[in-house]
Nanobody
């Protein structure tokens, strides 16, 4: 059972930056490395449905982003540290949401990367609030 814990959220002014982290643990013996999992970030704003933000392949060589990212978000991973990251720059009030990391078994994100049910494991979320 993969266990995911997000951190790095907080209150930030518009135009500011944040770096979210997601620490992973509890891998099965047959998949004892984060590299066996494609990883994604999702977010859910109050009153809205959860939406996919980004996904990165197991190797970290390829990534997908939602259209609204518009170059402001960068997903990365350090498999040696079993950690996933999301750098968010030029934050806007509409970025306010709970951000979740998720893991899916398999090396690649796939064309359905933004669909939540495709991920087997989820963190508890970290709150990001953008306000002046």
């Amino acid at each position: 059972q993969v266990h995911l814990v997000e951190s790095g959220g907080g209150l930030v002014q518009p135009g500011g930056s944040l770096r979210l982290s997601c620490a992973a643990s509890g891998f099965a013996v047959s998949r004892n490395s984060l590299a066996y999992y494609a990883m994604g970030w999702f977010r859910q704003a109050p009153g809205k449905e959860r939406e996919g933000v980004s996904c990165i392949s197991g190797s970290g060589r390829s990534a997908n982003y939602a259209d609204f990212v518009n170059g402001r978000f960068v997903i990365s991973r350090d498999n040696a540290k079993n950690t996933l990251y999301l750098q968010i720059d030029n934050l806007k009030p509409e970025d306010t949401a709970v951000y979740y990391c998720a893991a899916r078994e398999g090396f690649f994100c796939g064309s359905d990367w933004s669909r939540g049910p495709r991920y087997e494991y989820w963190g508890q979320g970290t709150q990001v609030t953008v306000s002046s």
